[in-house]
């Protein structure tokens, strides 16, 4: 099972910068773009009435100033335990919001 560190480094590779966050604080200064995580859900499987595989579920939010970013393609084929969730605009920044088992 991998770690929440893992993800960290995994993030941080994919966005090419270390602009990733795991559940910052109000006080943390943003820079973007930048990918913001927090832990979620999780997924059970069952065999036999037991569990045997517990997958850890992550909401990454993907934050661009550009809404034509191609960061949300490449973040979909690079994570392919990921699915999109929603888009929504504040601020005019773009937040592309993924979850991903990990």
Do not use: W
């Not at 930048?34 to 939010?61: H, L, Q, S, W």
């Amino acid at each position: 099972m991998a770690s929440r560190l893992n993800l960290q480094t995994d993030l941080e590779n994919f966005l090419g910068s270390r602009n990733v966050y795991f559940q910052p604080p109000l006080s943390v200064q943003l820079k973007y773009p930048c990918i913001i995580y927090k832990r979620k859900t999780g997924d059970t499987k069952f065999a036999n009435n037991m569990p045997y595989i517990f997958d850890k579920a992550y909401e990454v939010m993907i934050i661009d100033k550009n809404p034509d970013s191609n960061l949300i393609d490449k973040f979909a084929m690079t994570f392919p335990k990921s699915r999109f969730d929603r888009h929504f605009t504040t601020d005019n920044l773009n937040h592309d919001v993924f979850v991903i088992y990990y």
